[in-house]
């Protein structure tokens, strides 16, 4: 009797011991674990570190969301996505106007920018989307009931994002789902850094330039002929923008998406300023200026050569407004025109990680 008396309060301790365990055990969420893997923005000679904000440190699941969220419609209800307006070959941006009247600026070395869009409306990259994704868009015309229907049957977005952020993203306010969308597309776009072109190489020591190119350069860099430097840098800023804001003699009167900066500050004294954009990838970025007023690179040339306008806010690095513009030769156009082809990257273009 003692025996079984005995075994049954085993048993019963057995059971107790079981339950408990069941109690306090964690279970294992549906889409695994959340833990990212940190990585940091590559790094271009002459430049400082690209900004990895605290509250949206790059990780290689972000990336990976971000470039599948870019080339995706999912985010649309006009059958777009990023990538439709921001074409590889043309170094990510597009022939086209966009739709808010200025021209796409491409999408090359962004994360070292410190504004965005063509006249500074945007000084976060983080948040660069979230207008793109304010509902009727121009852009993607999103719908973001439509969205969050999308990303509930998807389950592969569900677990990108629990991978990327620790969030289950249907199950978020709209303003958070939105937050995180555009910081995972901040994120790749932040690897899109190009510092390979035949230039790049140039300064590196590993070619050199032909005498038309060389000769380009040196008409660039010259405050009495090209005098291109202070707003689109040089050999020792690889940007190749001063990413600063000018009126640089386009227009004599202003209206409209003209008025630039003016737009976002109310200083008159940025009446007709916009950002200048990189030289980098020039080539490939055809039509030209804010409103793609100008087709070719020969083009833009004649204009700072011969058709400057003045206006009360011209920037004072317009040295030529006087006459009109640098009055350059037709050998130092074409020179010049070679130089701006160094710029180009096709090791940019062609990287797979970045389609």
């Not at 965005?116 to 121009?138: I, K, M, R, T």
Request: glycine share 8%; net charge negative.
């Amino acid at each position: 009797m003692k025996n079984i008396l005995l075994i049954f309060m085993l048993l019963l301790t057995f059971l107790s011991c079981k339950k408990d365990k069941e109690v306090i055990t964690t279970p294992i969420d549906q889409f695994g674990t959340y833990n990212p893997n940190y990585i940091l923005p590559r790094v271009l000679t002459y430049l400082p570190p690209m900004e990895n904000p605290d509250f949206n440190k790059m990780t290689e699941e972000g990336v990976r969301l971000g470039k599948s969220l870019y080339y995706d419609k999912i985010l649309s209800t006009n059958g777009l996505s990023c990538s439709s307006c921001h074409l590889r070959a043309q170094s990510f941006t597009i022939s086209a106007m966009g739709p808010v009247g200025t021209a796409v600026l491409p999408h090359v070395n962004v994360g070292w920018q410190k504004a965005f869009g063509w006249n500074g409306g945007e000084e976060h990259l983080d948040n660069v989307a979230l207008a793109d994704l304010a509902e009727g868009n121009p852009f993607l015309e999103a719908n973001n009931d439509s969205i969050l229907n999308r990303l509930k049957r998807n389950k592969n977005y569900q677990i990108l994002f629990w991978k990327a952020f620790g969030v289950k993203i249907t199950e978020l306010s709209t303003p958070e789902r939105q937050k995180y969308i555009s910081y995972s597309l901040a994120q790749f776009i932040r690897t899109m850094i190009s510092g390979d072109s035949k230039f790049d190489k140039f300064v590196r020591g590993e070619t050199a330039l032909t005498p038309s190119e060389m000769n380009g350069y040196n008409i660039y860099m010259d405050d009495n002929r090209g005098d291109c430097y202070h707003c689109h840098g040089s050999a020792g800023n690889p940007l190749w923008t001063d990413r600063e804001y000018h009126n640089n003699a386009l227009n004599s009167s202003f209206s409209g998406v003209d008025q630039g900066r003016y737009l976002v500050t109310g200083d008159p004294a940025d009446m007709g300023k916009f950002r200048s954009p990189t030289l980098r990838n020039i080539a490939l970025t055809a039509p030209y200026m804010h409103d793609n007023r100008y087709a070719t690179l020969e083009d833009v040339i004649d204009f700072y050569s011969t058709g400057l306008q003045q206006s009360a806010t011209v920037d004072p690095l317009m040295n030529h407004i006087a006459q009109g513009g640098a009055q350059l030769s037709t050998s130092d156009k074409a020179d010049l025109i070679a130089f701006l082809h160094t710029l180009t990257d096709s090791t940019f273009i062609n990287n797979t990680a970045f389609y």
